[in-house]
């Protein structure tokens, strides 16, 4: 892929969180970085490699403790699951990818699938996630 800018790492599960994103976050510098990422990534569409590791998102983490997650074992779970829908429904490259592609695959997936993924995450119970699922028609196509 012939692209101008270097792809933007990214965990495999924060393609969902960008969906229920509405500004809230563990402080002011986390909201901050993440919004940055999401309007590099959701809005502008900037290529991804999607990884299962932490990515720009974790940096300003309060959880992240040196290079990993002090959940890493849930949530490498929630990025092999993200992984293997992307691979069921027809996304095998996870390098270089246009955020559009990586959803339009994931608009394949019921909203069960994507809750499922998501269901033990603090976040999740806010009710914005579920939202989104739902109305896959308001997701970003490029």
């Known amino acids: 892929m012939n692209r101008t800018k270097m792809p933007i790492i990214l965990r495999a599960h924060h393609l969902l969180c960008f969906l229920g994103f509405k500004g809230a ?7 901050e970085n993440f ?3 999401y309007k590099s990534v959701y809005l502008e569409n900037a290529p991804i490699t999607i990884v299962s590791f932490p990515d720009e998102i974790c940096r300003c983490c309060p959880n992240l403790a040196a290079t990993e997650c002090r959940f890493e074992g849930k949530v490498k ?5 993200v992984v293997e ?4 429904y027809g996304l095998s490259d996870l390098e270089d990818v246009l955020p559009y592609e990586a959803y339009n695959v994931l608009k394949k997936a019921l ?3 994507l809750e499922s993924i998501c ?3 603090e976040w999740f119970a806010l009710g914005f996630c579920r939202e989104s699922f739902q109305r896959k028609d308001l997701w970003k196509n490029g």
């Open 35 to 37: 919004e940055r990422v």
């Open 77 to 81: 779970k929630y990025d092999e699951k």
């Open 25 to 31: 976050g563990y402080s002011k510098e986390f909201v």
């Open 119 to 121: 269901r033990t995450c």
């Open 85 to 88: 829908l992307l691979k069921l």
């Open 111 to 113: 909203p069960q699938q």
